[in-house]
């Protein structure tokens, strides 16, 4: 019911459309798995984002332990999973390439990873902000509170942004 939403969320979080697709398998199983703990009153979209956003951040732990057991060769500072990070394409990539201005699209990017996931979540997913607490299992002030800065700091960088390219307008 609520796949493409979830997918985009998981491709955004990824960054890619395989991983994206596993992650949302294994949010639908591990929903299945708990269905006996989903109360009925409750909002089914934001509990699936719950289960998704909870298992890609247990793959984010899994990799950091794979990363620090890894055999580093010669070069202690060598890392083969920082380095496969920092060749993959990053995870609002496939929605940045989706927005019309590059400008936009970078001055989202530049958002600290807390802001940009309640920026995404509200304005992309269309999340209440109670939903987005418990999705990121945050508090609700927290959500208030980061929502409002990236906000902020969006509409200065896409002045900055209007301003270069309307100058005439702008004063």
Sequence with gaps: MHAEALFRFARRLTGHDESAEDLVQECYERALRAFHQYKPETNCKSWLFTILHNCH??????????REVLDPGDDPKFSLIDHLLETEVSSEQTFFDNTPSAEVRQAVSELSEPM???????????????????????????????????????????????????????H
């Design 116 to 170: 940009r996931a309640v920026v995404l979540l509200s304005d992309v997913e269309g999340l209440t902000y109670q939903e987005i607490a418990e999705v990121l299992a945050v508090p609700l002030g927290t959500v208030r509170s980061r929502l409002n800065r990236a906000r902020n700091t969006l509409s200065q960088k896409l002045w900055k942004i209007f301003r270069e390219h309307m100058p005439v307008l702008a």
């Design 57 to 66: 951040r247990m793959r984010l732990r899994s990799a950091q332990h794979r």
